[in-house]
Nanobody, 121 residues
């Protein structure tokens, strides 16, 4: 069994910062990409940022220059440093991991339960 647990969400004023963490645990052989997605009320879930196991990163245009994704492969943990937060960043943030549970198995996607980020104006 694989478990992803997010932490670090909360309420912050516009212009403030938050740091999200997500740790993957359980029966994991190897992890490829890890990333963050978000879903605001009434909207579809969207990509925020991803990072591969080689360190390459990708960001949504709306967060470029403000958010930074990083990863600790030894701890199977991904982070999202969010600076200069805006009210439109308010959403539930979900962690995602693309991984194999055993050698030779197929790649699977796992999601965390989500953490609420609320930015007040």
């Amino acid at each position: 069994q694989v478990r992803l647990v997010e932490s670090g969400g909360g309420l912050v004023q516009a212009g403030g910062s938050l740091r999200l963490s997500c740790a993957a645990s359980g029966d994991i052989f190897t992890i490829n990409a890890m990333g963050w997605y978000r879903q605001a009320p009434g909207k579809q879930r969207e990509l925020v940022a991803t990072t591969s196991n080689t360190g390459s990163t990708d960001y949504a245009d709306s967060v470029k220059g403000r958010f930074t994704i990083s990863r600790d492969n030894a701890k199977n943990t991904v982070y999202l440093q969010m600076n200069s937060l805006k009210p439109e960043d308010t959403a539930v943030y979900y962690c995602n991991a693309n991984l194999k549970r055993i050698f030779g198995s197929r790649w699977l996607n796992y999601w965390g339960p989500g953490t609420q980020v609320t930015v007040s104006s």
